[in-house]
């Protein structure tokens, strides 16, 4: 399957600016990034919900950057320019993301809550998607619903 933005050029600080006027254009009121490790975060305030997106970034170690796919060693330029094409890949791939749930809330063709409920964070710091997994791991190997009140038999 071909991944989208493969080979693109648009650097990842451009594709950041990017998702922060489209946020801006669709009315989010606030707007932070960050960085740690092989990991990025943006957040945002839309519609009183605040949100996080958290994008994995990969390894520069990987063997996909510093193995040609012959199995030869890339050169240290060769392996950096490979990694970076990576993460300007997934950044363009953020940015498609947003901009395609925010035009769909926009179009009326879906909410803000249902579009970005795995993001959606609650107030332990948490996002819904961080919350709710797990719970829905265990309800999928159990095959039962929890009950709908604590303490009552019916799902």
């Known amino acids: 399957m071909a991944r989208y933005a493969a080979n693109t050029e648009v650097p990842s600080d451009r594709s950041r600016a990017e998702i922060e006027r489209t946020l801006r254009r ?14 990025a975060q943006i957040g945002f305030k839309l519609a009183d919900r605040q949100i996080k997106f958290t994008l994995p970034l990969p390894d520069p170690e990987a063997g996909e950057f510093t193995l ?18 990576a993460v300007r890949q997934r950044w363009r791939a953020l940015a498609l993301v947003i901009k395609a749930k925010l035009e769909a809330v926009e179009a009326g063709i879906s909410t803000v809550e249902r579009e ?9 710091g ?26 009552s038999d019916h799902a």
């Open 26 to 39: 669709y009315g989010a009121s606030a707007f932070a990034y960050g960085w740690e490790g092989n990991r």
């Open 68 to 85: 040609t796919p012959t199995g030869r060693e890339r050169s240290e330029k060769a392996a950096e320019d490979a990694y970076e094409q």
């Open 116 to 124: 970005f409920l795995d993001a959606i964070m609650l107030p332990d």
């Open 126 to 151: 948490r996002t819904v998607g961080d919350w709710l997994g797990p719970q829905l791991g265990a309800v999928y190997a159990r095959e039962t619903m929890p009950a709908l009140l604590p303490g």
